[in-house]
């Protein structure tokens, strides 16, 4: 079991506004910085955000990433189609001396 | 551009090894650690360790001592993961992904599937 948690799924129309959420502890998301990885259907995983809220070049600005205390939470706004992939938190885990995964989201456009 | 380019999918059989190369290029090898990920089937992603292309020291994850090295070869810039004595279990795709500070992965090679069957 990863110990950092996400809801299994996630779904919103085109255009609207979807949140996931990274629950964690304070060996992790309390201590260090959360990043978020997008994994399309048969691809690699590929970083949506990096330490905590900044994106690479070529994220669109649409993924926002925020964090509090030992829980972090990506907002995918302006909902599309090819946002449909499954979404995973990752963090250093001090106490694990590890870096986990969250257990993640997919995303589904209805 | 930064690549990382994997070898290609593996058959195995139970108690064989295998060893998955990744192939680094358009950046210095030696600055960035590469990472090792694990995904199972239908499964979420699981870091397996890293190690260190400056000195060639590999940390593994708890669940991953054994029966799993990390190599390096610099000379051609590329990464090694090898699994020996493989089980059924072992199925799955491995990556190789590039280590920023922040231990966010910005790079990643496209996976590499081990199929461990008799």
């Known amino acids: 079991q990863s110990v950092l948690t996400q809801p299994p799924s996630a779904s919103g129309t085109p255009g609207q506004r979807v949140a996931i959420s990274c629950s964690g502890s304070?060996?992790?998301?309390?201590?260090?910085?959360v990043n978020w990885y997008q994994q399309l259907p048969g691809a690699a995983p590929k970083l949506l955000i990096s330490?905590?809220?900044q994106r690479p070049s070529g994220v669109p600005d649409r993924f926002s990433g925020s964090e509090s205390g030992t829980s972090a939470s990506l907002a995918i706004s302006g909902l599309q189609s090819e946002d449909e992939a499954v979404y995973y938190c990752a963090a250093w885990d001090d106490r694990l001396d590890a870096y986990v995964f969250g257990t993640g989201t997919k995303v589904t456009v209805l | 551009q930064v690549l990382l380019v994997q070898s290609g999918s593996e058959l195995k059989k139970p108690g064989a090894s295998v060893k998955v190369s990744c192939k680094a290029s358009?950046?210095?090898?030696?600055?960035?650690?590469i990472n090792w990920v694990r995904q199972a089937p239908g499964q979420g992603l699981e870091w397996m360790g890293w190690i260190n292309t400056d000195t060639g020291i590999p940390t593994y994850a708890r669940a991953f001592t054994g029966r799993f090295v990390f190599s390096l070869d610099t000379s051609v810039s590329t990464s090694y993961l090898q699994i020996d004595s493989l089980r059924a279990e072992d199925t799955a795709v491995y990556y190789c992904?590039?280590?920023?500070?922040?231990?966010?992965?910005?790079?990643w090679g496209q996976g590499t599937l081990v199929t461990v069957s008799s």
């Open positions: 992904a590039r280590v920023r500070t922040g231990w966010y992965s910005d790079y």
């Open positions: 304070s060996s992790n998301i309390g201590t260090n910085a």
């Open positions: 358009g950046y210095i090898f030696a600055g960035y650690t």
């Open positions: 330490t905590n809220k």
